[in-house]
């Protein structure tokens, strides 16, 4: 029988990594506009792009076929396709032994593995370079005959297929007859396929590209590597059928195995393992009785609102099958506090009581009127539990849930590195064989993340015009944009964890990951998802580890246990630093928009902070400087509620929607819906759903609104408001989480400045800040930091009564083993001479020159630059006889002070005795400019000229051209506002040069000080 169809069986997506030119999604859609019933995705040697592609073929109507195309042990091709789900864990342990059994980046799989995993897969004999085809094109008629026996041995009848291509090349057509010569010969029927790497024909032209970005040559030099010609495309019933040499029956057939295939990617009732419990104890009763013994200690008596909250939730978890999994977490809470190990729970879990009770997550979410909807919820799939802890001691957590769940249950979720603006533009540049020093600085010159914004921006930088007009660069702007979000390769996800009942080969392949033993499954965290695993978020947070190791030295140093659980969450003065933007390493609330919104909201509890926290982050809303909420907290707005049902849910936030937590309990309010509906609406919102779709929501909105007896007029109002929300999304619950961490490292600040000082160069890099800023804050805040010192300074910085001792970490070539042997010698005794020192620690020569260059012998032997020369005829006389009398004769000069201080910034970044902007202060002084300590005694208006370090630039999009930078001299930090012209005129200058002077006009508005910039120039002209 012969179909008048054709699905294509052999396609690969962008996820062939360097070897396909679209996401699995445009597949798809390629697909349904041929009219194809089914479509299969055989990426080589990994199943990265299964989920997306699942997900998008069910939505398009076509059925999904996963596949994936294996390299063999002798490099051959072989492409295996799911029939059902046993076939599908087959196909993931023989990607998971072909990544584990070769090289990183180098899968081989011996085809012994496949003999023993052949059930319910389906093998077509593979491309060109599969090993029929191969041996047919060598003219070895015999041993294709015998490698088709073979593989007639491990796949049975309906199973086994010769796999026919045709791309008009001169050697398909005699292949082609061959290959049906054998089918004769052996039975193995002929299946046309035509292993597609690119949807449409026109994107072969990018397929070129990332073929040589994988052969790491130009363009130019590409033609061995390239495919020949465009017919790699997802061709249709009809262009098949014109391809010579390719039998019709061998096109309907296709259909066949698209009909056998039968495979839902769907784990989600299956996956997470049992928990050990004692003896007669079941997962909900346990969980229970923990739940139970633990209320009295939060909360003394237990009111109403405690029990029927705690009832509604455990019944939910029971319901959805997840005792389990909190039990899960819970232990892994439990592991670090035995172990001293600070860490948290964050995100929408923070407003699960049963969470808050099990400890692990630290905010009381029935003070703090936490809304566990949306965290929790009749309809939603399994909750998220993100963990952050303690950075340096994260490790320890992974290594004992690896311990406590074997190497085969738990597996670290992948991230994909993709291509983003500045890569795009490097990686596809050199291709074309543009000048390297053109893209460096094009990459340099760009600050949006994504290619397309890149390419536009570039257009407007002058000095690149005369490139991007000319024909090469109109095709390299266009592919540039092309590759956006293109995975590049795999790395380990920050933090994602799964843990399952089943072996995790069986449900997703396993690979090498680059960092040294570790193992990742091919998904990210959105595979994981979509595919319903259930992962645990292990994150590292630095500032946890800052809390800790400040806590230990406020102990070690003033003999005070600091018990950060139970510190005071009202002191008013920790809020009046927060209020005066003092907020150089305190958590979240220290970058340039947080310190221009601070003195105008000025928080005063938990729950501002929170709010604070929300509303300015990075990204949505830098931009739009004066939020509705900061307006009406200042009385210059009323606050309305567009309807006295949203006055309950809204009132804290004056009226605002802020929280996703919010949209929920107003959805439910005014439209009646369930917390699971208003979930689901909250998503759509999220993943910015087409119109259509969001359309449809309003409808039932007001749908449900009229049934409460809302009009339409306001409920119209209000759902607008919901969806202007959309750019939004914050929990609260996580708001709250990371509020608590803001108060105590503000606590912290505040009354124990040295010891926080210390922890927060102990901990870089972190924040917003580097090193010469915070010690620069410091300072500030009369805490001095001294300089390395061979005889004083550890690995670390450390306190000591007046001041912070740098510590060698931020020596650049000494490395930990050098500052390890450097402490370990001074222990036997203080070194005395820059000689013995020498003799005792026998450093490399750029680790002694790097000590030397800042300092480290000052005390030993104040002449840097008789050391420097000393140190160079150790090379041609020898350590023992170097002589330190005779480099009194340097032939050179001593370094100046000057000098000095630049070398210190080349070694470490900064200089501990004085800050760069000092070495022009007289320059600046000459031409009239003011210290940054000077301008809160001008007026508002007034001209004013200020010279500093450029220590951060934002661009951000929703400003509407305009740009922020941030300034430091020697006495603080300037807020420098340009308007969208002149940063357009001073544009280059402002992203590459290190040492600016700004001319402006000082602009203050309640409390805070700008500078808005008219000119800007180099300081070192
Ligand atoms: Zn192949
Ligand atoms: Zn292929």
């Excluded at 090289?103 to 052949?118: T, Y």
């Excluded at 052996?186 to 035509?194: D, K, L, S």
């Excluded at 919901?722 to 505040?750: P, Q």
Aim: hydrophobic residues 40%; contains cysteine; glycine residues 8%.
């Amino acid at each position: 029988m012969i179909y008048m169809q054709y699905v294509e069986l052999h396609a690969h997506s962008n996820f062939s990594l360097l070897d396909g030119a679209c996401f699995p999604e445009q597949l798809v859609e390629a697909a349904r506009v041929r009219g194809m019933t089914a479509l299969a995705l055989t990426d080589h040697n990994g199943l990265y792009g299964v989920p997306q592609f699942c997900r998008s073929a069910r939505e398009a109507g076509i059925k999904p076929i996963v596949g994936a195309e294996l390299t063999l042990e002798n490099a051959c091709h072989i492409t295996l396709l799911v029939k059902d789900t046993r076939g599908y864990g087959n196909l993931s342990r023989l990607v998971t032994k072909a990544q584990l059994s070769g090289s990183k980046g180098n899968p081989r799989l011996d085809f012994a593995h496949i003999a023993e995993l052949s059930g319910g897969l389906i093998c077509l004999s593979g491309c060109k370079k599969g090993e029929i085809a191969t041996l047919l094109l060598q003219g070895k008629r015999e041993d294709a005959q015998k490698t088709a026996w073979r593989y007639m041995s491990v796949f049975p009848p309906g199973s086994l297929y010769l796999e026919m291509q045709h791309h008009l090349d001169p050697e398909d057509r005699s292949l082609c007859r061959k290959l049906m010569d054998l089918a004769k010969k052996t039975g193995i029927p002929p299946v046309a396929a035509n292993n597609v790497h690119y949807g449409e024909q026109s994107d072969h032209k990018l397929h070129d590209i990332l073929v040589c970005m994988r052969h790491r040559v130009g363009l130019d030099d590409s033609a061995p590597f390239r495919r020949p010609n465009a017919e790699y495309y997802l061709k249709d019933h009809k262009e098949m059928l014109l391809l010579p040499g390719l039998p019709p029956e061998a096109i309907g057939r296709t259909l066949t195995i698209a009909e056998a295939c039968a495979f839902e990617l769907d784990f989600s009732s299956y996956c997470f393992p049992d928990f050990d419990l004692p003896p007669g104890e079941a997962p909900c009763t346990y969980l229970r009785r923990l739940c139970d013994e633990r209320a009295p200690g939060r909360y003394g008596g237990i009111s109403d609102e405690v029990k029927g909250r705690l009832e509604q939730e455990l019944a939910l978890i029971e319901r959805k099958g997840l005792c389990g999994y909190f039990l899960i977490v819970w232990d892994i809470m439990e592991f670090a506090r035995r172990n001293g190990i600070l860490s948290q729970g964050r995100g929408s879990a923070a407003s699960s009581l049963v969470a808050y009770l099990l400890g692990i997550t630290p905010v009381d979410p029935i003070r703090h009127g936490l809304f566990v909807g949306r965290f929790l919820n009749e309809s939603s799939a399994v909750p998220d539990i993100d963990i952050d802890i303690d950075t340096r001691r994260r490790e320890e957590v992974i290594r004992y849930v690896y311990e406590k769940y074997g190497e085969e249950h738990a597996a670290m979720v992948c991230t994909y590195v993709t291509f983003r603006a500045r890569n795009a533009i490097r990686e596809v540049g050199k291709v074309f064989g543009f000048p390297p020093h053109v893209l460096d600085r094009m990459a340099k010159s760009v600050s949006a993340y994504s290619p397309v914004a890149a390419i536009e921006e570039l257009k407007d930088v002058p000095e690149f015009r005369q490139y991007l007009d000319s024909a090469a660069w109109v095709h390299f702007c266009m592919l540039s944009r092309q590759i956006a979000d293109f995975p590049r390769h795999l790395s380990i996800h920050v933090g994602g964890m799964i843990i399952s009942s089943k072996p995790i080969s069986e449900m997703v392949p396993l690979e090498r990951a680059r960092a040294e033993g570790r193992v990742v499954c091919q998904w990210d965290k959105d595979g994981v998802n979509d595919a319903g695993l259930i992962k645990v978020d292990l994150l590292g947070l630095r500032m946890l580890s800052l809390i800790d190791e400040a806590a230990l030295l406020v102990k070690k140093t003033r003999g005070i246990a600091l018990d950060l659980d139970r510190l005071p969450e009202d002191d008013p003065s920790v809020y009046d630093l927060i209020g005066r933007a003092d907020t150089v390493g305190v958590f979240q609330v220290e970058s340039r928009a947080q310190m221009q919104s601070l003195p105008r909201v000025k928080p005063r509890s938990l729950e501002d902070l929170g709010i604070e926290v929300a509303i300015i982050r990075p990204g949505p809303l830098q931009g739009d400087m004066v939020h509705p909420y900061m307006r009406r907290r200042n009385r210059e707005e009323r606050v309305i509620h567009l309807h006295p049902l949203l006055e309950p849910i809204l009132r804290e936030t004056l009226g605002v929607i802020l929280f996703q937590e919010q949209v929920l309990q107003v959805a439910m309010a005014v439209a009646g819906f369930t917390a699971g509906v208003a979930d689901r609406l909250r998503k759509a919102m999220d993943r910015k759903k087409g119109r259509a779709e969001m359309e449809r929501w309003r409808d039932t909105f007001l749908e449900g609104a009229a049934g409460i007896g809302v009009d339409k007029a306001r409920a119209m109002k209000i759902f607008d408001l919901i969806c202007g929300f959309a750019e939004f999304g914050f929990c609260k619950s996580h708001a709250m989480s990371f509020a608590l961490l803001c108060y105590r490292s503000a606590f912290l600040k505040h009354y124990y400045p040295l010891e926080f000082y210390c922890a927060l160069l102990n901990n870089q890099p972190m924040g917003f800040y580097i090193p010469e800023v915070i010690i620069g804050d410091a300072r500030r805040h009369g805490v001095e930091c001294f300089p390395v010192d061979v005889n004083e300074s550890l690995w670390v910085c450390s306190p000591e009564e007046h001041g912070i001792h740098l510590g060698f970490r931020y020596v650049k070539s000494l490395g930990e083993e050098g500052a390890d042997a450097i402490v370990a010698e001074r222990k036997k005794g203080g070194f005395r001479s820059f000689k013995e020192f020498c003799f005792r620690v026998r450093l490399d020569k750029d680790a002694l020159r790097s000590l030397i260059i800042i300092g480290a012998f000052d005390r030993l032997e104040r002449s840097r630059r008789r050391l420097l020369w000393a140190l160079r005829s150790v090379d041609t006389i020898g350590l023992r006889e170097m002589d330190l009398d005779t480099a009194g004769d340097a032939p050179l000069d001593e370094m100046t002070g000057r000098e000095e201080l630049r070398a210190a910034y080349s070694i470490q970044g900064f200089s501990a005795s004085s800050h760069l902007v000092e070495l022009y202060r007289d320059k600046l002084a000459h031409q009239g400019a003011v210290k940054s300590s000077q301008l809160s005694r001008l007026a508002s208006g007034r001209a004013v000229k200020i010279g500093g370090y450029n220590i951060c630039l934002q661009v951000p999009p929703t400003a509407k051209g305009f740009a922020f930078i941030t300034l430091e001299d020697e006495e603080g930090l300037v807020n420098v506002v340009l308007k969208p012209n002149i940063y357009r005129r001073h544009r280059q200058l402002v992203r590459l040069k290190p040492l600016l002077i700004v001319d402006g006009v000082v602009e203050r508005k309640d409390g805070v000080i700008n500078v808005v910039a008219e000119k800007v120039s180099d300081m070192q002209p």
